[in-house]
């Protein structure tokens, strides 16, 4: 059972705009930032978000995220079929001595 | 470019241990702290702990502490984490990530490609 909360799966067809939530407290996303990984099927973790709303260079502008409390959220504009994969939020967490925690994971099908 | 390569995948028997190895390049090796996170087939990340290569301090989870030992050797710029006491639920591949650090904000960037280790008997 991870710390943070994803929903388990999300889906859209091209073009559309979808959000993925992203559930804490006020020890991790509440005291600190978030940031999403986005893990392409059998390959490793991608940093897609820093800070909460930062994008790294390469990452498309499709891609935002927001935080707004205990909660954060990732939208994803004008959905592609490249854009099917597995979606983690992150934040480090002060109540367990600094460790990192993780959302579950949402798998993004584009239908 | 920056990019951590990790050893190649293992298979071992329950109560044995394993030693995966993260070069680093493309950066100072001793700048950015290491943290290790591992993912069974078909589930979420979990983070297992942290070292930071210039001072060999560490962190872990404390599901792990105990088991796991996180060590480095600056002068080939590579990390490693031993995991002891292999069971079967250790099976997952296992990830390394340079932790970069910009005033009070942190990411992983960039994650190794990942070592799959299988437990099983």
């Known amino acids: 059972q991870s710390v943070l909360t994803q929903p388990p799966s999300a889906s859209g067809t091209p073009g559309q705009r979808v959000t993925i939530s992203c559930s804490g407290s006020s020890s991790n996303i509440g005291s600190n930032t978030v940031n999403w990984y986005q893990q392409l099927p059998g390959t490793a973790p991608k940093l897609l978000i820093y800070?909460?709303?930062q994008r790294p260079s390469g990452v498309p502008d499709r891609f935002s995220g927001s935080k707004s409390g205990t909660s954060a959220s990732l939208a994803i504009s004008g959905l592609q079929s490249e854009d099917e994969a597995d979606y983690y939020c992150?934040?480090?967490?002060?109540?367990?001595?600094?460790?990192?925690?993780f959302g579950g994971g949402t798998k993004l099908t584009v239908l | 470019q920056v990019q951590l390569v990790q050893s190649g995948a293992e298979v071992k028997k329950p109560g044995a241990s394993v030693k995966v190895s993260c070069k680093a390049s493309g950066y100072t090796f001793t700048s950015y702290d290491i943290n290790w996170v591992r993912q069974a087939t078909g589930q979420g990340l979990e983070w297992m702990g942290w070292m930071n290569p210039n001072s060999g301090n560490t962190g872990y989870a404390q599901k792990f502490q105990g088991r796991v030992t996180m060590t480095r050797n600056t002068s080939i710029s590579t990390a490693y984490m031993e995991l002891s006491s292999l069971r079967s639920e250790d099976t997952a591949v296992y990830y390394c990530a340079r932790k970069y650090q910009l005033l009070w904000y942190n990411w992983f960037d960039p994650w190794g490609q990942g070592t799959l280790v299988t437990v099983s008997s």
């Open positions: 800070s909460n709303n």
């Open positions: 992150a934040a480090w967490d002060d109540s367990l001595n600094g460790d990192v925690v």
